[in-house]
C-alpha cells in the first residue's frame, strides 16, 4: 500500500506480528483470515492472540476475518474462527472487518443470528446491486478499492447507488496512492474529491472514539 502524507491509515497484522509504537496517524487491525486458517488447536492459539492485541489502543479493528469459499479451508472451521473473532469484536467494541468470497448468503445469516453491536464492514468489495442492498439492508458496511478501476464491473453501480454513510475506501492490493480511489470514487458518484474525502471521515470517526484531528477546510 503506498501511504501518503497526512493520511490517516489502518494496517492489517496477522496474529503473533509485532504491533508498532503508536505515531499518531496509522491504526491497526488484527484478525485470523480465512486463508490462513491452520487445524483448531493452532487456531485456537491464534485467536488467543488477537484477543491478547486488544491491550493497544491502536489496535482499533478486528480482522481481516471472514469466509472464502474458493481459497478458504475447511468451512465449518472457518465459521467458527469467523465467529470467535466477531465474538472479540463484540466483547472489545471493535468494528469487524470481513474477507467474502461467494459467501454472502452466510455472512448474512451470521449477522442476523449474532445481532452484533458493532459495524461489520465487507472489505474490497467486489459484489453486484442485489447482494449489496441486501448487506446494507441488515446493517452492514463496505470498503472500495481497486475494483472501481473497472468501469464495466458490477460493483460499479453497488458504489453509485449505496448509502454514503455506508462506505469506506481502500488500497488494499493496490500499488498506487489512495488519492487515485478518492479520484476515481468521487467521479463515480459524481461529487467532489474533497466532499468525498471528509464523508469517509466522518464514517471513520463514527466507528471509533478516536481522538483525531479535524479534516482542515
Not at 43 to 53: C, K, T, Y
Not at 87 to 109: D, F, G, Q, S, T
Not at 126 to 144: D, T
Request: proline share 4%.
Amino acid at each position: 500500500m503506498h501511504a501518503e502524507k497526512d493520511s490517516i491509515r489502518v494496517v492489517n497484522l496477522f496474529p503473533g506480528d509485532s504491533i508498532p509504537v503508536f505515531k499518531g496517524k496509522t491504526f491497526y487491525s488484527m484478525g485470523l483470515h480465512p486463508w490462513k486458517i491452520k487445524i483448531q488447536e493452532e487456531n485456537n492459539v491464534l485467536l488467543g492472540i488477537i484477543e491478547d492485541a486488544q491491550a493497544f489502543d491502536h489496535v482499533i479493528f478486528i480482522g481481516e476475518c471472514g469466509l472464502d469459499k474458493v481459497y478458504g479451508g475447511d468451512m465449518e472451521e472457518q465459521k467458527r474462527v469467523f465467529e470467535a473473532q466477531a465474538m472479540i469484536a463484540e466483547e472489545y467494541k471493535k468494528p469487524l472487518l470481513i474477507h467474502c468470497v461467494r459467501a454472502y448468503n452466510e455472512i448474512i445469516e451470521l449477522f442476523k443470528e449474532l445481532k452484533p453491536s458493532v459495524p461489520w464492514i465487507i472489505h474490497g468489495f467486489a459484489g453486484g446491486i442485489e447482494i449489496a442492498q441486501q448487506l446494507e439492508k441488515i446493517g452492514i458496511k463496505f470498503s472500495f478499492g481497486k475494483f472501481l478501476f473497472n468501469s464495466n464491473a458490477k460493483v460499479i453501480e453497488s458504489f453509485r447507488k449505496l448509502s454514503l454513510k455506508n462506505i469506506f475506501l481502500e488500497t488494499d492490493e493496490y500499488e498506487g496512492a489512495i488519492s487515485d480511489i478518492y479520484k476515481i470514487a468521487a467521479a463515480i458518484k459524481n461529487m467532489p474529491e474533497e466532499t468525498l474525502k471528509k464523508v469517509v471521515w466522518e464514517n471513520f470517526n463514527r466507528l471509533e472514539n478516536v481522538s483525531l484531528p479535524p479534516i482542515e477546510n
